[in-house]
């Protein structure tokens, strides 16, 4: 078990009102690594029974979670990672300069500093521009986005009147995607619309009047514009369901459905999901066309990730616990996870005033703003981001040091993406839990 505040040394109280000018405690100094944790034992995460230490903060209601409130045990939050050992890089069956398409792209993909293709680019690419559906199963940080934009966007280069479809279930995936289009297109004639809710849908409607390829969206939004008559389906040849399972985990399955039945029907489908379930594969059989099938997923869990609890007993202040930890110096870009709304609103607003430089992102906050918050924390300005399970599945922030698990999740896959987020490009992470 990962010590609590009454376990520390000296010195390890809560953080006073001593505090830099940065807002952190002053025990901290900008851009310190995170100390060696070769010594903790770490654990994985499980189904909580949501006793009343464990209610989200701010929040007096018991929580089943989505499959019927089976608990998971804590032992499952507690594992070690494992040694990183070089072990033989991957070696890609294609190089980048070898896939059939442009040139200009392949000179925007060496601009963005990809050397080799991953395995996923490595296996789907060439299936794609070759027109079949298909299925990836891989883990996050695998590459995926890339193994799909690449192809589509040569499709787009053959073919300037080709429109693709890409569907994810969060505005942040979306925005992440967008993003992530423009540095391969470079100075190519190719344009996309991002729709998401959280912002003005006129914006939207202008943009989408205008010469578009490529609509990046979340289902909802997507379905209010289809019904506005904006967005014509038939017109889209191509696309893409990324994150499908998160997406059919949010109950976004009848807009996924509704989307899809009015798609044209010699359409291209693209399905990446990091998890494979019977109502995944139900989806599959109905969404696509003999599709070509790969995976190089490696695991339920990150292997670098030090995973444990943090055990909050009876009478304990569990956010008094949790500052004591985050005034450590090796908690120096940490991610918190709250189960509702109104516990991570409330939670980030007690650490502020408690001198920490935290933000938040969740479902009440407008894009702007959750754009805002994503960026200092992704650019180092704040420590903290404190964060409902939006945040949990595809974005790309570097260099978190440690992952909490304030409220227990609703899954344990759930617990597996979060967890995701730390111990990635080869780094050992960490990734706590509060249990009763």
Not at 25 to 30: E, L, N, Q, R
Not at 320 to 332: G, R, V, Y
């Amino acid at each position: 078990m990962y010590k609590n505040k009454n376990s520390h040394g000296s010195g390890q109280g809560r953080p006073s009102s001593s505090r830099t000018s940065g807002g952190r405690p002053a025990s901290h100094s900008a851009g310190q690594s995170r100390s060696n944790h070769g010594g903790q034992k770490n654990g994985f995460h499980s189904r909580s029974s949501n006793t009343s230490n464990n209610r989200p903060f701010g929040n007096r209601q018991k929580s089943k979670g989505r499959f019927g409130g089976t608990s998971i045990h804590p032992s499952r939050f507690v594992c070690k990672a494992d040694p990183i050992i070089e072990s033989a890089p991957y070696v890609p069956v294609h190089k980048f300069s070898q896939f059939k398409i442009s040139e200009i792209i392949k000179d925007n993909i060496i601009k963005k500093g990809y050397i080799t293709p991953t395995p996923i680019q490595d296996m789907a690419i060439p299936h794609v521009l070759n027109g079949r559906d298909v299925v990836g199963i891989a883990n996050t940080g695998t590459g995926k986005t890339a193994a799909f934009l690449i192809p589509l966007l040569d499709k787009i280069v053959n073919n300037p009147r080709e429109k693709v479809l890409i569907i994810v279930p969060t505005r942040e995936l979306a925005t992440q995607i967008n993003d992530e289009l423009f540095g391969f297109k470079g100075n190519l004639r190719v344009y996309s619309v991002c729709c998401v809710g959280g912002v003005g849908i006129q914006g939207q409607i202008y943009n989408l009047r205008r010469q578009h390829n490529f609509v990046i969206g979340t289902p909802g939004r997507l379905k209010d514009l289809v019904d506005r008559k904006v967005i014509h389906l038939s017109e889209f040849k191509t696309i893409v369901l990324d994150e499908a399972d998160r997406m059919l985990d949010m109950g976004f399955i009848a807009d996924m459905r509704y989307l899809m039945a009015n798609m044209a029907p010699n359409r291209q489908t693209l399905f990446f999901s990091a998890t494979t379930t019977n109502e995944i594969n139900k989806l599959i059989e109905e969404f696509l066309t003999n599709p070509e099938k790969i995976s190089v997923k490696t695991g339920d869990t990150a292997r670098n990730v030090e995973q444990d609890i943090v055990r909050v007993r009876h009478g304990e202040d569990k956010v008094e616990s949790l500052e004591c930890l985050l005034a450590k110096k090796e908690f120096s870009k940490v991610l918190i996870f709250g189960r509702t709304k109104h516990g991570v609103e409330k939670l980030c607003q007690t650490l502020v005033k408690s001198g920490f430089k935290a933000e938040s992102i969740h479902g009440d906050k407008n894009q702007s703003r959750r754009q805002s918050a994503l960026k200092a924390f992704r650019e180092n300005h704040s420590q903290i981001l404190v964060a409902t399970d939006v945040a949990a599945r595809g974005l790309d922030i570097p260099n978190v040091t440690h992952v909490i698990n304030f409220d227990i999740p609703a899954t344990y896959e759930d617990y597996v993406h979060r967890i995701g987020r730390t111990g990635r490009a080869n780094q050992v992470g960490v990734a706590l839990t509060f249990v009763n």
